[in-house]
């Protein structure tokens, strides 16, 4: 019996070998992920699955090495195929496909990189506007962790996440600043590193959150002024087309954390009624889901992906209503987070699906 077993596994390693040969590590790690989450995807939204095994374990199983996994699973994520939180891997559904590659959804491929292939390959127009509107996003998650820490909310491990998304922000800044820009994008980005070192110092401050609060939230609302300009000149300050809409899209990413932050820092000292400003956001979400809508086309995953990000937005928005809401209460809070969480992973699907379209 043993030996029958053995030779039956024998055989499946060797036909999981041989249909794995011509496959890249991200493409081996994304079979392996489906068919853990049960062999197939809805067309839209997120599939959870969690890892059960070492990284070293998986790499084995699947015929590649430790290092190799890493990689490619960083390689996943920055695609935006993935969102990795710890043993929790967040398939995003619709950005496992081929984005306007036909009429029927086809999953998305990855490609063998040459040896003698540049690494420092020119960045597209829509990842630039992508990345300049990761900027504005950044900010306001630095300052929801920052007043996080006020609330009570796992002080510790919100001080280790502000460390790392201080640390992220500045190098999306440098990937920027080394790229070759045109003058008046240069001088834009100028301007928003200027309001990054005073939101940076009052992060830092030696007063314990939420002391300082009115000053944070403030000048992470000057940020969003003067990254919304250096995004407008990163498009061309074009108001239509599918650059536009990757811009929109990624206006959205930032809105439904700029909600979040503004739930958040209610009732600190100096801070204003949030009421108005996160009625004024919703309706700008509102909005620019509506343009969204308008610009997808007939594409089906674009389509459906707009429709679940509609339909988590409104139990987002539920989630912050006065009538049942108790503030600084660490179970809403602990909702709103989670839920803001989930919005935030739908929206930047978004983003990366509008940033294929405009290639």
């Not at 853990?36 to 998986?58: H, I």
């Not at 990842?127 to 820490?149: K, P």
């Not at 201080?166 to 003058?183: G, H």
């Not at 809070?333 to 940033?355: I, P």
């Amino acid at each position: 019996m043993l030996q029958a077993v053995a030779v039956r596994l024998c055989e499946v390693e060797f036909d999981v070998a041989g249909q794995h040969a011509s496959r890249t590590s991200a493409q081996r790690i994304l079979d392996y992920l489906v068919e853990l989450a049960g062999g197939s995807l809805a067309l839209a939204g997120e599939t959870t699955v969690e890892l059960a095994s070492t990284k070293k374990v998986l790499a084995a199983r699947i015929g590649i090495t430790p290092e190799a996994f890493s990689r490619s699973l960083r390689e996943l994520a920055d695609k935006g195929v993935i969102v990795v939180d710890k043993r929790l891997i967040h398939i995003q559904n619709a950005a496992t496909l081929d984005t306007g590659a036909g009429e029927q959804p086809q999953r998305l491929s990855f490609s063998r990189r040459n040896k003698g292939a540049r690494r420092d390959e020119t960045m597209s127009v829509g990842e630039l506007i992508n990345l300049c509107g990761r900027l504005r996003l950044q900010v306001q998650r630095l300052a929801i962790d920052w007043v996080l820490i006020g609330h009570g909310v796992a002080p510790v491990e919100m001080q280790l996440r502000l460390r790392q998304g201080i640390a992220e922000f500045e190098r999306s800044l440098a990937v920027l600043q080394v790229a070759s820009l045109a003058p008046e994008l240069g001088e834009a980005l100028e301007d928003v590193g200027r309001v990054w070192a005073d939101f940076r110092d009052a992060l830092g401050a030696a007063e314990r959150p939420p002391t300082g609060a009115a000053r944070v939230l403030q000048l992470s609302e000057d940020f969003i002024t003067a990254a919304d300009f250096l995004n407008a000149v990163a498009g061309g300050f074009a108001a239509s087309g599918s650059l536009y809409m990757v811009n929109v899209a990624g206006r959205n990413r930032m809105l439904s954390q700029r909600v979040a932050k503004f739930f958040l820092f209610e009732g600190f000292e100096g801070c204003p009624d949030p009421q108005a400003q996160i009625a004024a956001s919703c309706r700008a979400f509102e909005h620019n889901l509506q343009r969204l809508r308008e610009n997808a086309g007939d594409l089906p995953e674009l389509v459906a992906q707009i429709d679940a990000t509609a339909g988590l937005w409104s139990r987002f928005v539920a989630a912050l209503d006065p009538a049942i809401r108790q503030p600084h209460r660490i179970g809403r809070v602990r909702s709103v987070l989670d839920e803001g969480e989930r919005l935030l992973r739908y929206t930047n699907t978004l983003v990366k699906l509008f940033e294929r379209l405009a290639r």
